[in-house]
């Protein structure tokens, strides 16, 4: 059985930073293209960070120069380092990946309306003074 598991969500003041981690079981990431997407309360769930299989990487204009995608095969693990972190960016975090999918066509994958494989469960990230 597939699974990801989000994990490094919190509390955290404007300009500080979170490292967030996507664990994969029964499924080797370094295949696949992962996103990262974000939902914050009241508002439809947008597209974050995408790395693809070959490590090229992509953002959202409002995350640029702040977020970084990034892949350890190793550890079967994706994170997303995000500094400078800004009230908006107060959101629930997930990771996703596809079977079919090895590229990032963009920053958010393929969007919402595609029905990816695999979500994980979601980490909460608040940021608040």
């Known amino acids: 059985q597939v699974q990801l598991v989000e994990s490094g969500g919190g509390l955290v003041q404007p300009g500080g930073s979170l490292r967030l981690s996507c664990a994969a079981s029964g499924l080797t990431l370094d295949y696949y293209a992962i996103g990262w997407f974000r939902q914050a309360p009241g508002k439809e769930r947008e597209g974050v960070s995408c790395?693809?299989?070959?490590?090229?990487?992509y953002y959202a204009d409002s995350v640029k120069g702040r977020f970084t995608i990034s892949r350890d095969n190793a550890k079967n693990t994706v994170y997303l380092q995000m500094n400078s972190l800004k009230p908006e960016d107060t959101a629930v975090y997930y990771c996703?990946?596809?079977?079919?999918?090895?590229?990032?066509?963009?920053?958010?994958?393929?969007?919402?309306?595609?029905?990816?494989?695999?979500w994980g469960q979601g980490t909460q990230v608040t940021v608040s003074s």
């Open positions: 790395i693809s299989s070959d490590s090229s990487t």
């Open positions: 996703v990946t596809d079977r079919a999918l090895y590229y990032c066509p963009g920053y958010e994958l393929y969007g919402l309306e595609y029905e990816y494989d695999y």
